[in-house]
């Protein structure tokens, strides 16, 4: 091939870094790679479904209801005690 990397080179450089780092030091490395892909991949799941909540106008006026609902209620709470004083 032509400008391209042939399995023999890859071969090669794979053995190479196998004797630099040793297999111990590449599999714990492959694990560290592994665990940061997995905390990126929820991340971002966590990221879109808080979007598509925050975007769902239903969901927005439900948590602005449930808002107004406790404000009132602490209100209401803050007058019995201020009465009972």
Do not use: Y
Request: aromatic share 4%; charged share 30%; proline share 1%.
């Amino acid at each position: 091939m032509l400008g391209g990397i042939s399995i023999w080179q890859l071969l090669i450089i794979a053995v190479i870094v196998i004797l630099i780092f040793g297999t111990k030091k590449l599999r714990n490395m492959g694990g560290d790679l592994g665990g940061a892909i997995k905390n990126f991949k929820s991340a971002m799941n966590d990221d879109g479904d808080k979007k598509d909540t925050d975007s769902d106008p239903k969901s927005l006026a439900q948590d602005q209801n449930n808002t107004m609902n406790k404000d009132a209620d602490f209100s209401e709470q803050k007058d019995k005690d201020q009465k009972h004083s």
